[in-house]
């Protein structure tokens, strides 16, 4: 199992740091990266002691050269403060601001085994018994998090997360009328704070591990902070992170199910008006983070087919949003306006449908030696293809959205956004509904037409 590597190499690193840690002479075999980790590397190696026993560890480091050295010794501190609660997360082995090999902010963890794949946890048989009682241990979970002992915390964020998040939409310069009425709505109706706690911040399927019985790890404590328990929860229940599943919590249980795991360990039980309030800050937080991600592309940071898509899909949160504050106005579909070509068929728009089926249904099946990785990226070129077919056909609905816009003597949507923000125009005006729910159905229908027919259990 043990390998020679050369100096300076990943591998040295992570000997070192664990002998380091435990004082004590090792070997490790080749680390092998794992896909996940949105903004931090995640590599698995199998080490062995001088006794011959080995075990898988698990290394998270920042991107060499982009290293933030405080944000990793806070999630270090974070899993020690949950773990002594009884939080199931993996034990911190070793961490430090860099080791040779490594070369950025680190931490060496236990390695957990269970499933975190979203769609595998709602659907595969394996899965049955556990989906029971899943969002009730979620609950469970989320109450052992936020009875952890904050002292060794401090370092944490605690500053108000809605107007963090109106900082971060401000700085966008790109105002937009559903935010606007969200961050409006919010404001007026926000409950009374409950003491501050541990949060999580990004607590759903995808970072948890889950087998048989139930959860074995909680993972991804890069956007803890300090504040409103409650956060947590309604976050868990935002529409985004039930991944085209039916059921509110997770699309594995019921925000019931979830309430009694959250007694069960705390002795509290929120208000469902305090969830669904805090179920609308998560829509509005996803809603302007995928915002932000696509302006990391669009705006020339990094260049990403991925970022790029995103920004196809904010239109998903917008009308998620209005839905959640029932402010979404049914309107009738815009009228299909395509103007006649003198080229034979297909059309541009049937061509696009077509090479877009063909690479889904005819050759993604058959790419078995593809990496997941390269698979993923076929399926947003394929989404993407969908996407401009559907805006080819669906023809021009400008005129509509400007009389609708004159009506309220507004000459675009972000003069409307100003108008909400200002508090010019009210955003439960009828119109302003109309018009809002207007434009945010013609682009859904153009990105994602699908999620408009997943309303029930909302």
């Known amino acids: 199992m043990a390998v020679t590597h050369a100096a300076g190499s990943l591998g040295d690193g992570i000997l070192l740091a664990l002998s380091d840690a435990f004082g004590a002479e090792m070997t490790v075999g080749e680390p092998r990266q794992l896909t996940g980790g949105a903004s931090r590397q995640i590599w698995a190696v199998e080490v062995c002691d001088v006794d011959g026993r080995s075990q898988d560890v698990v290394l998270r480091r920042d991107p060499p050269g982009h290293g933030d050295a405080d944000r990793m010794r806070a999630e270090v501190a974070c899993l020690r403060a949950a773990s002594a609660v009884g939080v199931p997360v993996p034990a911190v082995l070793a961490s430090g601001d860099t080791a040779p090999g490594i070369d950025a902010p680190y931490l060496v963890m236990d390695m957990v085994v269970g499933e975190s794949i979203p769609r595998k946890l709602q659907r595969d048989p394996e899965f049955d018994e556990v989906r029971t009682h899943l969002a009730e241990d979620m609950g469970y979970v989320l109450g052992q998090i936020h009875s ?256 609708l816009l004159a009506a309220l003597d507004c000459t675009s949507e972000a003069d409307l956004a100003d108008r909400i923000r200002v508090g010019v125009i009210s955003y439960s005006d009828a119109a302003v509904g109309r018009l809002i729910s207007t434009s945010v159905l013609a682009r859904l229908r153009v990105a994602n037409p699908r999620h408009l027919l997943r309303l029930s259990h909302n």
């Open 148 to 403: 952890a002992d904050t002292g060794t915390l401090g370092m944490l964020d605690s500053s108000d997360p809605l107007d963090a998040l109106e900082a971060v939409y401000r700085g966008m310069d790109q105002p937009r009328p559903a935010v606007e009425v969200g961050l409006r709505w919010l404001r007026d109706n926000r409950p009374a704070k409950r003491p501050e706690a541990l949060v999580h911040g990004d607590f759903r399927l995808g970072n948890v591990l889950v087998d048989g019985a139930g959860i074995r790890g909680v993972l991804d404590w890069e956007l803890a902070h300090l504040g409103d328990p409650i956060e947590d929860l309604g976050w868990l229940c935002v529409r985004a992170w039930r991944f085209g599943a039916q059921l509110p919590v997770a699309g594995i249980g019921t925000r019931e199910q979830l309430l009694d795991g959250y007694e069960r360990a705390t002795g509290i039980r929120p208000s469902d008006t305090e969830l669904h309030w805090w179920e609308a800050y998560g829509t509005l937080r996803w809603l302007v983070l995928s915002q932000f991600q696509s302006q990391r592309h669009l705006g020339g940071a990094e260049e990403s087919i991925e970022l790029a898509a995103i920004g196809r899909r904010v239109c998903e949160s917008e009308y998620d949003l209005l839905l959640i504050l029932g402010l979404l106005d049914d309107v009738a579909s815009l009228p299909d306006v395509t103007a006649p070509s003198l080229h034979d068929r297909p059309s541009l728009s049937e061509i696009l449908e077509l090479v877009a089926d063909t690479l889904r249904d005819d050759v993604a099946p058959v790419l078995d030696g593809v990496n997941e990785r390269e698979r993923y990226l076929l399926r947003i070129c394929v989404n993407l293809l969908g996407i401009a077919g559907r805006e080819l056909g669906a023809g021009d609905s400008t005129g509509e959205l400007a009389d």
